[in-house]
Every structure is written in structure tokens, then in C-alpha cells.
């Protein structure tokens, strides 16, 4: 396997605080790989300086071995990278289906001009791009909403929604900021599959930050667990969860929430 992402010494200070110490992490191409940790613990930044959100004070994120930083959030998606949000943030009065279809879709290198010499393939471009939106409700089991308006959405259906919008766009990287939280049990295994299925059939690299230890043991390998801004450890998900010190950085004792089955 090779390795598409390269966080090489990475920090962030926020005035005083240090929310992100001296980062090493390797995601490998095709991985499925977790960040845990206590809340507080750096990784949403993390993601964020990934994402480009977050300019890091020092150390390189390079992506299939070119270099990130200093690239904007839009060059990043350009190629294949993608974030969602802990909060995530469809437009509420839009339906479900209306969201993924006006989602930043691959690029393709099409403009206003082509829009203008051909309207009736600017019509059939509405067309393949609806029925693309409802293929990938229908892939999240959320076909039955399309017409909702997103923002009356339950939160796990809302978050399904975050992961469809990757799915438009063919990311071939996507970073899930918590992407099982508030989800039911129900929801959450559908969920669990769909990132599996993303995963293997389609192959795309997942990142994805969970605090729900099961979810996390279900799809993840490695584990990175970060704590107080520096990562920890990196390991198979039994093993992190075992670690003595990873279980002191949770609740100082008590074991990571197991909250799944
Ligand atoms: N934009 C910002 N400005 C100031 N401080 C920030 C900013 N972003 C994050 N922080 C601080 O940096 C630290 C790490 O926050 P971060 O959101 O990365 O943690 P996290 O591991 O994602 O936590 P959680 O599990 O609660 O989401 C926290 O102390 C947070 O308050
Ligand atoms: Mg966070």
C-alpha cells in the first residue's frame, strides 16, 4: 500500500494554547484510518490544517507526495480531497435531494460558455446529475427524504447527507469529523457499511475522527490516538484500546466509551 497522506511534524498554537504539538501521521492509500481522543485533544485541528482551514505554524502535510500547505481549501478538493464538518451544515431550506445536487461535483473543466453554446446538454447534464443525487440517496438509505428540507432532517440523517455530498463530488479522500455522532444504532450501521462499501468498491480513503470506540473499532486500521495536542499512539483498534496510556488520557482510568454494539 502506498502512502497518500504525509503529516510531518506538525504544529498549531491558538494565541497561548498549543491545540496541535509536533503531528506525525501517515494515512495510507486505501486505509480506513481513526483519530481518537479526549475532547480538546487537537483533532479537528488537525483536520483542519489538512482540509486547509487552518494554516499550520510549522511542519508539511504533503498529499500523494505533493506538498499542501500553502494551497487554498478549493486546490485541495481538486484533488480528491474532501472534509466534512462536526457540525454539519447542509442548506436548511433546501430538500435533501436539492443539497447534493447543487454539492461541488468532480471536476470537469466545463464553464458559462459551454452553458451558453448548448443549453440541451446543459439540460441533460440537470438530468444526469438529478439522477445521480437520488442514486445516492437511494445508496444511503435516504431516498424517502429527498423532498424534506435538510434543515428538518434528524442529525444522523443530516450526517448522511455530509458523506453523500463527498460521494458527489468523487472524492477519492474524505475526512469524517465525527460522522457517527447522534446517529442511532439503526442509522449508525448503515452508515458503518456505506464507508466500508465507499471503501472497498470504489476506493476511497477514509480519515475519519469518532469518539464512539465500537464504530471506530468496526471499520478502523490503524487507530492514531491523540491527546493534549500530540499524538499518542497508532495501532490496531484492540490494541490502542487496551493501551495504558491511552486509557489514562481518557477520564484518567476509565476505558474510551464504548457506546455501539
Ligand atoms: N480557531 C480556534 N481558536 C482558538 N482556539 C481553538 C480554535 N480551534 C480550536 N481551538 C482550541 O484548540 C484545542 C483543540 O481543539 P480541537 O477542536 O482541535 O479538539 P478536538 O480534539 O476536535 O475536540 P472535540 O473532540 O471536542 O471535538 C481546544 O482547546 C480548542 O478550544
Ligand atoms: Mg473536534
Same mark, same amino acid.
Given at each position: 500500500?502506498?502512502?497518500?497522506?504525509?503529516?510531518?511534524?506538525?504544529?498549531?498554537?491558538?494565541?497561548?494554547?498549543?491545540?496541535?504539538?509536533?503531528?506525525?501521521?501517515?494515512?495510507?492509500?486505501?486505509?480506513?484510518?481513526?483519530?481518537?481522543?479526549?475532547?480538546?485533544?487537537?483533532?479537528?485541528?488537525?483536520?483542519?490544517?489538512? /482540509?486547509?482551514?487552518?494554516?499550520?505554524?510549522?511542519?508539511?502535510?504533503?498529499?500523494?507526495?505533493?506538498?499542501?500547505?500553502?494551497?487554498?481549501?478549493?486546490?485541495?478538493?481538486?484533488?480528491?480531497?474532501?472534509?466534512?464538518?462536526?457540525?454539519?451544515?447542509?442548506?436548511?431550506?433546501?430538500?435533501?435531494?436539492?443539497?447534493?445536487?447543487?454539492?461541488?461535483?468532480?471536476?470537469?473543466?466545463?464553464?458559462?460558455?459551454?452553458?451558453?453554446?448548448?443549453?440541451?446538454?446543459?439540460?441533460?447534464?440537470?438530468?444526469?446529475?438529478? /439522477?445521480?443525487?437520488?442514486?445516492?440517496?437511494?445508496?444511503?438509505?435516504?431516498?424517502?427524504?429527498?423532498?424534506?428540507?435538510?434543515?428538518?432532517?434528524?442529525?444522523?440523517?443530516?450526517?448522511?447527507?455530509?458523506?453523500?455530498?463527498?460521494?458527489?463530488?468523487?472524492?477519492?479522500?474524505?475526512?469524517?469529523?465525527?460522522?457517527?455522532?447522534?446517529?442511532?444504532?439503526?442509522?449508525?450501521?448503515?452508515?458503518?457499511?456505506?464507508?466500508?462499501?465507499?471503501?472497498?468498491?470504489?476506493?476511497?480513503?477514509?480519515?475519519?475522527?469518532?469518539?464512539?470506540?465500537?464504530?471506530?473499532?468496526?471499520?478502523?486500521?490503524?487507530?492514531?490516538?491523540?491527546?493534549?495536542?500530540?499524538?499518542?499512539?497508532?495501532?490496531?483498534?484492540?490494541?490502542?484500546?487496551?493501551?495504558?496510556?491511552?486509557?489514562?488520557?481518557?477520564?484518567?482510568?476509565? /476505558?474510551?466509551?464504548?457506546?455501539?454494539?
Amino acid at each position: 500500500m502506498s502512502v497518500e497522506l504525509v503529516v510531518d511534524h506538525v504544529s498549531k498554537s491558538f494565541g497561548g494554547l498549543q491545540a496541535v504539538r509536533d503531528c506525525s501521521v501517515r494515512v495510507e492509500a486505501g486505509s480506513i484510518t481513526g483519530l481518537i481522543g479526549p475532547n480538546g485533544a487537537g483533532k479537528s485541528t488537525l483536520f483542519n490544517i489538512v /482540509a486547509g482551514a487552518v494554516q499550520p505554524d510549522a511542519g508539511s502535510v504533503r498529499f500523494g507526495g505533493e506538498e499542501l500547505v500553502g494551497l487554498s481549501a478549493a486546490e485541495r478538493f481538486k484533488r480528491g480531497l474532501l472534509r466534512t464538518f462536526q457540525i454539519a451544515k447542509p442548506f436548511h431550506s433546501m430538500s435533501a435531494l436539492e443539497n447534493l445536487m447543487a454539492a461541488p461535483g468532480p471536476q470537469r473543466g466545463e464553464g458559462l460558455l459551454s452553458a451558453w453554446l448548448e443549453p440541451g446538454r446543459v439540460a441533460r447534464d440537470e438530468e444526469a446529475l438529478r /439522477a445521480r443525487a437520488r442514486e445516492t440517496l437511494e445508496f444511503l438509505g435516504l431516498d424517502h427524504v429527498r423532498h424534506e428540507r435538510a434543515g428538518l432532517l434528524s442529525g444522523g440523517q443530516k450526517k448522511l447527507l455530509e458523506l453523500g455530498r463527498t460521494i458527489m463530488a468523487d472524492a477519492r479522500f474524505v475526512l469524517l469529523d465525527e460522522v457517527a455522532a447522534g446517529v442511532n444504532r439503526t442509522l449508525l450501521n448503515s452508515l458503518a457499511d456505506r464507508i466500508e462499501e465507499l471503501n472497498k468498491e470504489r476506493g476511497v480513503t477514509f480519515f475519519l475522527i469518532e469518539h464512539d470506540i465500537g464504530f471506530v473499532s468496526r471499520l478502523c486500521q490503524p487507530v492514531v490516538v491523540m491527546a493534549q495536542g500530540a499524538v499518542l499512539k497508532i495501532g490496531a483498534p484492540a490494541d490502542v484500546r487496551r493501551d495504558p496510556e491511552v486509557v489514562e488520557a481518557y477520564f484518567g482510568g476509565a /476505558a474510551p466509551e464504548e457506546t455501539s454494539a
